[in-house]
Structures are given as structure tokens and as C-alpha cells.
């Protein structure tokens, strides 16, 4: 690849990250196929496939790509940090906050602050000595917290 062609790619990449910085998922996933189409890059995986995940829907897609970039560069929080958007764009909160904590210990960074933060924290069971799973603390817990008591 040429060097002209490879400053083109990363501007239309610096773009892609302006506009998913903004929230404008749609405009970072037009600017992110152009450099990609421009320059094959795996580091840019991991945007494209939230992108892909939370635009299209292409959830599969969006897993794939995230785990490529992760292969890519395993080290770069940031892989992990759309790798749990797009789990969270699944519905799947669970491995979304184990990609999440897996990009803190590679270094963490602000953004996955953040999401952990809007994520919250479960609150203790509302018996102690059940099990969170058992039967009466679910109950007890969604009827205290429909009561606004939780």
C-alpha cells in the first residue's frame, strides 16, 4: 500500500472515532468501511463491529470482528470495550461485563469506566442467607423495587 492511500484510510478512521465519540454510530460506520475498503486494518475491527452490531443488527458479525481485533492486538482495552457494546447491543449483560472487566485488566481506560458505571451494581439479596437465585429474594425484589422500598 501506498503511503497516500494509508494517510487517507487513517483520516477517515480519526473521523469514525469523532463521530462514535459523538454518539453518530451510523456516520462513524460510513467513514469506518471507506478506510477499511482503503486499507485493510485489523486494529479497526473492534469499531466496525459495533458499528455493524448496533446499526445493522449483524450481531454475529459484530462478535466476530471485535474477537479478529482482539487477536489482532489482545493488549488494547479498547477491543474489549466494543467488544461488550456489542453484547450489551445483544442483550447479553453478563458477558458484556466480563469483556468490560477483561479491558480493565489489560489497562482499562475511561471509556470502560464509564459504561461499567452506567451499568451499576447489583444490590445484595433481600434475605441474606438465600441464595440471590432462590425463588423468594427474586420476588421480594422486584416487588420492593416496583414499591420504590428497594
Same mark, same amino acid.
Given at each position: 500500500?501506498? $503511503?497516500?492511500? /494509508?494517510?487517507?484510510?487513517?483520516? *477517515? ?5 469523532? =463521530?462514535? =465519540?459523538? /454518539?453518530?454510530?451510523?456516520?462513524? +460506520?460510513?467513514? !469506518?468501511?471507506?478506510? +477499511?475498503?482503503?486499507?485493510?486494518? $485489523? ?5 466496525? /463491529? ?6 445493522? %443488527?449483524?450481531?454475529?458479525? /459484530?462478535? =466476530? ?5 482482539? #487477536? &489482532?492486538?489482545?493488549?488494547? $482495552? ?5 467488544? %461488550?457494546?456489542?453484547? !450489551?447491543?445483544?442483550? *447479553? ?6 469483556? !468490560? ?8 481506560? &475511561?471509556? @470502560?469506566?464509564?459504561?461499567? #458505571?452506567? @451499568? %451499576?451494581?447489583?444490590? $445484595?439479596?433481600? @434475605? ?11 420476588? +421480594? %425484589?422486584?416487588?420492593?423495587?416496583? +414499591?420504590?422500598?428497594?
Amino acid at each position: 500500500m501506498d $503511503p497516500q492511500s /494509508g494517510a487517507i484510510a487513517e483520516k *477517515d478512521f480519526k473521523q469514525a472515532q469523532k =463521530e462514535l =465519540e459523538a /454518539g453518530n454510530v451510523l456516520a462513524a +460506520l460510513a467513514c !469506518l468501511e471507506k478506510a +477499511l475498503k482503503t486499507w485493510d486494518y $485489523p486494529g479497526w475491527y473492534s469499531y466496525l /463491529g459495533f458499528c455493524i452490531s448496533k446499526e445493522r %443488527g449483524h450481531v454475529t458479525r /459484530g462478535l =466476530e470482528l471485535c474477537n479478529k481485533a482482539i #487477536a &489482532h492486538e489482545e493488549n488494547n $482495552p479498547v477491543h474489549y470495550l466494543y467488544l %461488550g457494546k456489542v453484547y !450489551l447491543v445483544a442483550g *447479553d449483560k453478563t458477558l458484556a461485563l466480563q469483556a !468490560l472487566r477483561q479491558g480493565m485488566s489489560h489497562g482499562g481506560g &475511561h471509556g @470502560i469506566e464509564e459504561l461499567l #458505571a452506567s @451499568i %451499576g451494581t447489583r444490590k $445484595p439479596p433481600v @434475605i441474606p442467607f438465600l441464595s440471590r437465585d432462590n425463588p423468594l429474594n427474586k420476588f +421480594l %425484589g422486584i416487588l420492593l423495587g416496583r +414499591l420504590g422500598l428497594r
